[in-house]
């Protein structure tokens, strides 16, 4: 019942959402450029937009109200040390020794573009910098198996195996999910899994894999303003995420420049 909602892409349809995707990628590197210490995530957030605004594209982001009618502000995601996800870019200015996660999304043609990364700002602690390679290698390693006939549960298995043997956490109550027409879609994929079990993953499916690690527990707050998540115990988080076709030559990932 559940797969029956997903919507599957026709070749055409991904080589647009292959464009959103590019243009995603190039809109996280122009901001990477200018992530260092005084910065302000306002600023992080105007660079992206400039840069969208220049190719005739888009977030989605911008003014999205998922139904807590706070609709959110930023055209990208700032969130810092603690902040695990929808982190909302301002005034705040970035601090040596700080990490940064980045989520961006772009509308190119009618279809979503969405990815994410972590890095360090300035020096920053050995921990700090092991984290942020677990959560790149743990999404590493779940787009290996975005294959034809895999389940859901191969995937999410493979991510808190993996990390969980590095000694992090993973989020059991954020999730990656299908992008296409619409930033969210369905399937959910969860950080987590039993292997052989979940919906399968085939030909069309279009899926933001989104690793969210952290140091101390799984558990998370949402912050007053009714976006930023962030861990119970102020430990830190990264977050690392692509968009993946599942195609009969393998994994396609749509968010690489």
């Given at each position: 019942?559940?797969?029956?909602?997903?919507?599957?892409?026709?070749e055409a349809e991904i080589a647009l959402m292959r464009e959103a995707g590019r243009l995603n990628a190039q809109t996280l590197e122009a901001v990477?450029?200018?992530?260092?210490?005084?910065?302000?995530?306002?600023?992080?957030?105007?660079?992206?937009?400039?840069?969208?605004?220049?190719?005739?594209?888009?977030?989605?982001?911008?003014?999205?109200?998922?139904?807590?009618?706070?609709?959110?502000?930023?055209?990208?995601?700032?969130?810092?040390?603690?902040?695990?996800?929808?982190?909302?870019?301002?005034?705040?200015?970035?601090?040596?020794?700080?990490?940064?996660?980045?989520?961006?999304?772009?509308?190119?043609?009618?279809?979503?573009?969405?990815?994410?990364?972590?890095?360090?700002?300035?020096?920053?602690?050995?921990?700090?910098?092991?984290?942020?390679?677990?959560?790149?290698?743990?999404?590493?390693?779940?787009?290996?198996?975005?294959?034809?006939?895999?389940?859901?549960?191969?995937?999410?298995?493979?991510?808190?195996?993996?990390?969980?043997?590095?000694?992090?956490?993973?989020?059991?109550?954020?999730?990656?999910?299908?992008?296409?027409?619409?930033?969210?879609?369905?399937?959910?994929?969860?950080?987590?899994?039993?292997?052989?079990?979940?919906?399968?993953?085939?030909?069309?499916?279009?899926?933001?894999?989104e690793p969210m690690v952290l140091v101390g527990t799984r558990r998370t707050k949402t912050l007053r303003n009714l976006w930023t998540v962030v861990?119970?115990?102020?430990?830190?988080?990264?977050?690392?995420?692509?968009?993946?076709a599942v195609t009969k030559e393998g994994p396609l990932v749509l968010t690489s420049l």
């Open positions: 019942m559940f797969e029956s909602r997903i919507n599957l892409k026709s990477k450029a200018e992530i260092r210490p005084g910065v302000s995530t306002g600023e992080l957030n105007e660079v992206a937009e400039s840069f969208q605004r220049a190719h005739g594209v888009y977030s989605p982001f911008k003014n999205y109200d998922p139904g807590n009618g706070v609709p959110f502000p930023g055209s990208i995601c700032t969130s810092i040390n603690e902040e695990m996800v929808h982190g909302i870019p301002g005034k705040r200015k970035l601090q040596e020794g700080d990490i940064i996660s980045v989520d961006c999304g772009t509308v190119y043609e009618g279809f979503v573009g969405d990815s994410a990364f972590t890095v360090g700002v300035g020096e920053i602690s050995s921990e700090a910098q092991r984290l942020i390679d677990v959560t790149k290698k743990a999404l590493e390693i779940a787009t290996a198996l975005m294959v034809p006939g895999n389940r859901s549960g191969d995937v999410g298995s493979a991510i808190e195996t993996y990390v969980e043997a590095q000694g992090f956490r993973c989020t059991h109550t954020y999730t990656g999910h299908g992008v296409g027409r619409a930033m969210h879609e369905s399937p959910q994929l969860t950080n987590y899994g039993v292997p052989g079990q979940g919906f399968l993953l085939r030909e069309g499916m279009t899926i933001a894999i861990s119970v115990d102020g430990s830190l988080t990264a977050h690392q995420e692509n968009t993946i």
